[in-house]
């Protein structure tokens, strides 16, 4: 996005609330409502891992074309497109009638995160080249806000309008619907403002020439040393994260005996953790280099993975939730900006569709592997005991590999 020094904070601010509204839309919409909504609507068993993990896959098909095309086009007209399906998604829910159109609206809806997230991380990082950790950071710290929200919020509007009935559900889609037509109203003035394409953009070009570009960039991208040992680190955390969000769901309550609400928490701090933590961490890797940062990260990460089966103290568990959440933190807010230092400027954008693909293939494999994982420790009567420490394996792993690989020495 090509913006003067005097409009570059306007665009930071935008893109911040926007990211915020939008973030709120699209997680209320699947947090805590899409379980008994798919039950609701009669999804069977068997297809209710098809519903949850439909949202993730546009992430792996949109998000590295998106980004390379922003390179070419622009970023605002992509942003308009993904703020458009933001707003328009959670009303399609107010029609579904049997349970296969949930994975279709599902399938929509996560097109709008897969656009999104990386033309706007690829903005932010080209308006502040000097400040890409810190600022980074404060703009998934915004959006970190509206995901730490939307449970409290989605959850009190169901109970408060009916608790798992139909009324319910139409009232939450509907307060979803609205903020994501509040992030679109409150950007779209700033975005609708024509951008200077580049040189290439403004060349009439075939449908070939684009997948051409396209796929170029992305070369450009992988053959950059240090890119694809970076992605490794970046699959590994979002593998780890993916399968303890989704196992710690059941081991909190069923093993550990902790209520919703205690549960609800424990989880909740791992992303509250990573808002007030990202920027700090994103400034010192802006000043003293990426290196350390992703290296303590994932240790500091992998280490309170090995102790949760072994608790059921909530105290306790709610103190390695915090600790892996601020390791967390400390890996991501460092990443992004490293893979943006190790790429040539024209495909900044193409970069960091290329670390959103690897963050969306590392968090849809973690918790299917993992659940191979989990029948092999049940099957010898050890429940969880398997589970975290090998998510911790993968952690500790990652930071050996990056910290005795070139990139690390030099960044």
């Not at 003067?4 to 805590?32: A, E, Q, W, Y």
């Not at 899409?34 to 993990?53: E, K, Q």
């Not at 103190?319 to 943006?340: D, E, M, R």
Request: aromatic share 12%; proline share 5%; glycine share 10%.
């Amino acid at each position: 996005m090509n913006v003067s020094k005097d409009t570059r904070n306007t665009v930071f601010l935008t893109l911040c609330i926007m990211g915020f509204f939008t973030i709120l839309s699209s997680t209320m919409s699947k947090t805590p409502v899409l379980n008994p909504f798919a039950a609701y609507v009669g999804t069977p068993t068997n297809w209710t891992g098809v519903v949850a993990a439909a949202s993730t896959i546009p992430g792996i098909l949109v998000s590295l074309p998106a980004a390379s095309l922003s390179d070419i086009y622009g970023r605002r007209r992509f942003l308009l497109i993904a703020g458009f399906i933001f707003a328009s998604a959670p009303f399609l829910y107010l029609f579904i009638s049997v349970w296969w159109e949930l994975i279709l609206i599902r399938f929509y809806h996560g097109f709008a995160t897969a656009i999104f997230m990386p033309v706007a991380e690829a903005a932010v990082a080209e308006s502040f080249p000097t400040k890409r950790g810190e600022r980074i950071s404060l703009f998934s710290s915004a959006t970190y806000v509206g995901r730490v929200i939307a449970p409290l919020l989605g959850g009190y509007i169901l109970f408060t309008t009916g608790n798992g009935t139909g009324n319910s559900f139409h009232s939450l889609y509907l307060a979803a619907g609205i903020a994501g037509i509040t992030g679109l109203i409150m950007a779209a003035p700033f975005l609708a403002r024509k951008e200077t394409p580049t040189q290439e953009a403004m060349q009439r070009v075939t449908a070939k020439e684009v997948v051409q570009k396209i796929l170029q960039g992305f070369r450009t991208v992988a053959r950059c040393p240090g890119v694809l040992l970076v992605s490794f680190v970046q699959a590994c955390q979002y593998y780890a994260y993916g399968s303890a969000e989704f196992y710690l769901g059941g081991y909190l309550p069923k093993i550990a005996r902790l209520n919703e609400f205690q549960a609800g928490l424990i989880l909740t701090s791992i992303i509250a953790v990573g808002i007030f933590a990202r920027p700090y961490v994103g400034r010192i890797s802006d000043r003293t280099g990426r290196r350390i940062p992703i290296i303590v990260g994932c240790v500091i990460s992998g280490l309170p993975l090995f102790a949760i089966p072994f608790v059921s103290n909530f105290w306790i568990l709610l103190s390695l939730a915090i600790i892996y959440g601020l390791g967390l933190a400390t890996v991501t807010s460092s990443i992004q900006p490293l893979i943006c230092d190790l790429v040539p400027k024209e495909v900044v954008g193409t970069s960091m569709g290329f670390i959103d693909t690897v963050m969306d293939v590392g968090q849809t494999l973690g918790p299917i592997i993992t659940g191979f994982i989990l029948g092999i420790s049940v099957s010898y009567g050890l429940q969880y005991t398997l589970v975290f420490p090998s998510l911790a394996i993968v952690l500790l792993i990652a930071a050996l590999v990056f910290a005795s690989s070139k990139t690390a020495r030099g960044k």
